[in-house]
């Protein structure tokens, strides 16, 4: 694995009307050589890291796959691992488990179907299981959480039922991926999945869309019991056509943000809702031009917000990062971004009270486009930052790409080792084995060989690459 690293410093690129004393907003632009990569989702780790999934197409340029980067706590890179089967694969989200790392992801397959995907990693980066979901139909995966018992919930957006409209997909897993209760959200308007959050006591909210027209429609919000029943359902019933984008809990409820489509373009919006589905209060912040916000996290004395933004910043497109007051009142905003574009996706508050945010950015790094991540240094926004940019490329996954000969198949060796791997032409002297981080494992001469190696490595995804000066396409072999 080869890392190349750049440092520059700079200032922000936007200023809003506040005066404070600049501080150093830390800045990673990291993804592989040539690839075009976007991050959809960060949480943080219990050891004060930090794990990120994307998606690239780095390995091929006609398909995608799942990156996930775990980071350490000064933000350098533990280690990265790609995730996928044959075709378009993309990350829809990542949780933090009691034992692991859940990625959801949804697959468009080479016969034009979609599927939903479900990894379950440990904090090695060694897969533990996968899981298949989804309707017999078309189905798009949106978010995963974790409950406090183990469990994970799935949110997704299905086409299973086109008579009924779109619906919101949601399922609840136990810790080994078996579906504990699922449920279709949705009445005969199609009702677009956003995002979903877990309290304390398993209770489920999830936060949607109900369109009225191509653009968008009404705010939308259930609470679910841990046992799977309803407990309230939310419309806010606001004059206008809003599209939601993301939501977290407080104290007192559930706040949740999007934009309001407008004849100006798309403006910010924050709505709070209390814990019984009572609508606390909404607040608009028209401004010139496309405003959206992608996260939300609650910061003990109010809400941090980040999103995108062609208004302010150099670029097309830049990141607008907020914070409000506990009722929703702006008290603070910066804009982020280089020359070029970039776009805000997730956000959080971590457990020393700090934002960071992760998407995409254009303007730093040597691909087309880079996954972006940026930390400040408290849970407040100021007017200005100084930057501390660090452009992480690799190229970890040199040669290894898709082909578009035989699917997947499922094999059960001598020793009932399964592995699960694209079918290679041979198994040769020098034939190499490495590990979803790039790190040789073993030589192997033929099937035998392999199946003598995989009994001993811990579950995962590997690699085989023949050594020579003519080299076919690698393989990934997975052992569940």
């Not at 599927?115 to 904090?123: C, D, G, H, S, V």
């Not at 506990?326 to 997730?346: C, H, L, Q, R, T």
């Not at 007017?383 to 578009?404: G, N, R």
Request: one cysteine or more; a negative charge; hydrophobic letters at 40%.
């Amino acid at each position: 694995m080869r890392f190349g690293i750049k440092t520059l410093l700079g200032v922000v690129l936007g200023y809003m009307p506040l005066f404070t004393f600049a501080q150093t907003a830390e800045v990673r632009s990291l993804g592989f050589f040539e690839g075009q990569e976007e991050c959809v989702e960060i949480a943080e780790l219990t050891n004060g890291g930090y794990v990120l999934a994307g998606t690239t197409n780095a390995n091929n340029l006609w398909n995608t796959d799942v990156f996930v980067y775990t980071l350490n706590p000064d933000l350098s890179i533990s280690w990265v691992t790609m995730l996928g089967d044959y075709g378009l694969n993309s990350a829809n989200g990542v949780a933090v488990l009691q034992d692991g790392i859940a990625v959801l992801t949804t697959i468009l397959s080479y016969d034009n179907a979609y599927q939903l995907r479900l990894y379950k990693l440990n904090f090695d980066g060694e897969l533990i299981f996968t899981r298949d979901l989804g309707s017999s139909d078309w189905d798009f995966g949106k978010r995963v959480r974790a409950g406090n018992d183990g469990s994970i919930f799935l949110l997704a957006e299905s086409y299973a039922n086109q008579e009924s409209g779109i619906q919101c997909l949601v399922y609840k897993l136990d810790e080994e991926g078996n579906i504990v209760w699922e449920k279709s959200l949705g009445d005969a308007s199609n009702d677009i999945p956003a995002d979903l959050a877990v309290d304390a006591g398993n209770n489920l909210f999830v936060l949607g869309t109900r369109m009225i027209n191509e653009e968008g429609g009404q705010f939308q919000c259930w609470k679910f019991n841990a046992d799977g029943s309803e407990a309230w359902y939310f419309n806010p019933g606001l004059t206008g056509s809003y599209f939601a984008r993301a939501m977290c809990l407080y104290n007192n409820g559930v706040v949740a943000t999007g934009h309001e489509i407008t004849n100006q373009g798309n403006d910010k919006i924050i709505l709070g809702v209390d814990d019984s589905g009572m609508l606390l209060w909404d607040r608009h912040y028209p401004l010139e031009g496309n405003q959206s916000l992608g996260g939300i996290a609650y910061t003990g004395d109010g809400f941090a917000l980040a999103g995108e933004s062609d208004t302010f910043g150099a670029g097309g497109w830049g990141v607008y990062v907020m914070k409000s007051d506990p009722n929703g009142w702006w008290n603070g905003a910066a804009v982020f971004g280089g020359a070029e574009d970039e776009k805000a996706y997730s956000l959080i508050v971590d457990s020393n009270s700090r934002i960071l945010f992760a998407g995409e950015t254009d303007s730093y790094g040597d691909g087309t486009r880079n996954a972006y991540l940026v930390r400040l240094p408290t849970n407040n926004v100021l007017a200005e930052y100084i930057l501390s940019l660090e452009v992480l490329e690799q190229d970890s996954f040199t040669d290894i790409s898709e082909k578009l000969t035989p699917p997947a198949q499922k094999f059960f060796l001598a020793s009932q080792v399964p592995i699960i791997f694209h079918l290679y032409p041979e198994l040769s002297q020098g034939t190499l084995l490495f590990n979803s981080q790039g790190r040789r494992v073993a030589e192997i001469s033929d099937l035998e060989s392999l199946e003598w190696h995989l009994q001993s490595l811990c579950s995962g995804m590997y690699f085989l690459t023949p050594i020579s000066s003519d080299k076919t396409n690698p393989f990934r072999v997975f052992k569940p």
